[in-house]
């Protein structure tokens, strides 16, 4: 069973509350030519520092975009937040499933699978 948080992507004081309880998720970065990072992390705010920092050395599709546009340039954004208590494997089963829907939905992706 996969465990998922349920919110409104426009309740922003219930998607403030969800963020205080799980750091857990799903998320993309899209760069300025519109080609898109999935990942995963169980410390997004943590993660998506290391990226502004380029702490990201062993990705390097998406370090070499924000080295060349900068971090200001792409946009990051969590898909989905998960519970504290999700297995490994249904957190790859995710990230997977997001891979997959925008591989097949046209966007190039800049995971090193791809």
Sequence with gaps: MINILPYKQSDSSRLTEIVEKSDIG???ITSPTNRKYIGQSRALHARKGQY??????HQKKILASINKYGWERHSYKVLVFLKEDISQVNLDTWEQFFIDFYRDGGYRLMNLKE
């Design 52 to 57: 502004r920092r380029g702490e990201i050395l």
């Design 26 to 28: 799903i998320y993309v």
